[in-house]
């Protein structure tokens, strides 16, 4: 795993230069991807490197350790409170669509969590502007083939260094990097409303997936839910046109 770390940096670095740009800026949550892909951007780019904040309405413990994460690897931070904005334009969508009688109640909250996320990332690629870097992705393995990142959202990206590795296998990496125990250890959230987690808001844990990738046997009802989640979110993973599809990961 260290020689992969090794890899993974030195990769980074290339691609910085392929794009011409001068360093990378991740999103950081407090979570597990978020804090590995900090660690690995500031280690390619020590002078280079940005870790944002991009609190919204979201739990102060997060928070928190998203701070904790900036400390962890010395990265430079930024903090940007994006809840006024969210609110005020959710709000403008709503009131339209109500007037319209076109409102439906059923799909308020992903509509809410799927423009949490588009928010972040037109942020994230405002900033990236400023400074001429990359907006590196946090998605891993599991979430990749399975769909679970919003699409133009956390999905929204220009790398995605970390995507060929399982939860388990972030997890090490985390482990080797320095991240904080409490942050490799936490139940993952993408903080999208509150209360929120990826397991049971998927259905199904991390291990079962990361155990489904690496061919080992699993229940079948948990391959089912992999499989269907997989299916159902292809058009998140491939560009489509009338004559052909384009693989995004041929892009990355």
Not at 164 to 189: C, Y
Request: charged share 30%; proline share 3%.
């Amino acid at each position: 795993m260290e020689k992969i770390v090794e890899d993974i940096v030195k990769w980074l670095q290339k691609q910085a230069k392929l794009a011409k740009v001068n360093g990378l800026l991740v999103g950081v949550s407090g979570g597990l991807d978020s804090a590995v892909v900090a660690h690995l951007i500031k280690r390619a780019f020590p002078d280079e490197s940005l870790g944002v904040i991009l609190p919204l309405n979201s739990n102060p413990e997060g928070m928190k350790d998203a701070h904790n994460v900036l400390k962890s690897c010395d990265i430079k931070g930024l903090n940007i409170d994006l809840s006024k904005t969210h609110e005020l334009l959710f709000s403008q969508i709503q009131e339209q669509l109500k007037q319209e009688n076109d409102f439906k109640q059923e799909n308020e909250q992903l509509a809410d969590a799927n423009l949490r996320a588009r928010l972040r990332m037109s942020t994230l690629y405002t900033i990236a502007t400023n400074y001429n870097y990359l907006v590196v992705g946090t998605d891993n393995a599991s979430e990749w083939y399975t769909g679970y990142f919003t699409k133009y959202g956390d999905g929204g990206v220009d790398i995605l260094p970390i995507v060929d590795f399982t939860k388990e296998e972030v997890r090490q990496m985390a482990s080797i990097l320095g991240v904080p125990k409490e942050i490799i250890h936490k139940n993952p959230s993408a903080d999208l409303w509150e209360g929120q987690t990826d397991e049971d808001e998927m259905g199904i844990t991390y291990d079962k997936i990361d155990a489904y990738l690496k061919g080992e046997k699993i229940p079948e009802a948990d391959e089912e839910i992999i499989e269907s989640m997989h299916k159902r979110t292809n058009h998140k993973r491939s560009l489509v046109s009338k004559y052909k599809r384009i693989d995004r990961t041929s892009l990355i």
